[in-house]
């Protein structure tokens, strides 16, 4: 968990910040104007681990960041707006994070998206790729199960690919589980851990909870029950918002829990496990989302899938022709542009 925002309010915007290379992170967010990139540049320009923060969309960006400018913290802000002003923002930039797209309306799967959200991520991973090859790219912009195979074809394209480096942020999905474990278990959910696995798309996520810390022990009628609302939670903010909009704010804050936990790795900091949607070799399809041990360079480890029950080897046997068939559109798009 980002324990920043855990302590009193004060103590964390207040704090004098050290200024060594360890909090020296570059990062852009491209679709910084949206209902995620706004409360996500908010939370990483609040983040001492931030030194630079540019921000990229096709409307609004100037806006944007002169208003987060403003704030009390060490993090410089610049905005870019449209293809033109993309590579600067890109320039020297050591994580890039990718909430760019349209959002689900209520009755869309995120499948539905693919169309229009596709040649997003496949125009913006180009520009990664040509600008800030090395950096780290996280992929929100949905559906993640096959928008990371299009990132990953267009690295390749370029000759750049490092599978290291480009992850599929699934962290929504661990973060839901956590917190709907706490409040049925009457537990604080910062405490609480589940591995959520699989992929990022209705029956493809997987939360582990036989591997939840603490254990705990749910009756199957339950365990059945929590795990569809963790699958269907997206469906349920989706529904709530009554079309204006799915997931924004939440997402946010999981978007920021990942890019912390992977600068704090490129810091040094040993023992950072986060899951994400990789390139894999853990399951019978070519991306799977598993808990990773992060590093310096990206993943330093793939830390499996471990023992798991009957209930959870059952719903990795039934993802499986789902997440072929979407990291295989992806592919295909890639395959197919001109």
């Known amino acids: 968990m980002f324990s920043a925002l855990a302590r009193p309010a004060g103590a964390v915007l207040r704090r004098s910040f050290s200024t060594s290379a360890q909090n020296n992170a570059k990062v852009a967010v491209l679709g910084a104007s949206g209902g995620i990139g706004q409360?996500?540049?908010?939370?990483?320009?609040?983040?001492?681990?931030?030194?630079?923060?540019?921000?990229?969309?096709?409307?609004?960006?100037?806006?944007?960041?002169?208003?987060?400018?403003?704030?009390e913290t060490r993090a410089t802000v610049k905005g870019y707006l449209g293809p033109e002003q993309l590579p600067d923002c890109l320039k020297g930039c050591d994580v890039v994070v990718i909430p760019a797209g349209v959002p689900r309306k209520p009755g869309m799967t995120r499948d539905d998206l693919f169309n229009t959200n596709a040649s997003i991520v496949a125009t913006l991973s180009a520009a990664c790729a040509q600008h800030c090859p090395e950096a780290m790219i996280c992929v929100i912009s949905n559906p993640v199960n096959s928008t990371i195979p299009i990132a990953t074809e267009v690295f390749k394209k370029h000759g750049v690919y490092n599978p290291n480096k480009i992850f599929g942020v699934t962290t929504l999905d661990i973060v839901r589980a956590n917190t709907f474990i706490a409040e049925l278990k009457g537990l604080d959910p910062a405490r609480v851990n589940v591995p959520v696995i699989g992929g990022h798309a209705g029956k493809t996520i997987i939360p582990l909870i036989s591997q939840c810390t603490p254990k705990v022990d749910l009756p199957q009628d339950q365990l059945t029950a929590i795990t569809g609302r963790i699958q269907e939670a997206g469906t349920e903010v989706v529904k709530a918002k009554a079309g204006a909009g799915s997931a924004t704010l939440s997402m946010a804050y999981a978007g920021a829990r990942f890019v912390f936990s992977l600068v704090d790795a490129m810091n040094g900091k040993e023992g950072v496990v986060e899951c994400s949607f990789v390139k894999s070799q853990e399951a019978e399809c070519a991306y799977f989302s598993t808990p990773l041990m992060l590093g310096k360079k990206g993943i330093e480890k793939n830390l499996g899938i471990g023992k798991i029950s009957s209930f959870e080897e059952k719903m990795i046997a039934e993802a499986i022709p789902e997440l072929k068939a979407s990291i295989k559109k992806g592919e295909e798009f890639v395959k197919n542009m001109k």
């Open 39 to 71: 409360p996500l540049a908010l939370l990483l320009k609040n983040s001492p681990l931030v030194s630079r923060l540019t921000l990229y969309d096709i409307a609004h960006t100037p806006g944007v960041a002169a208003d987060l400018s403003h704030i």
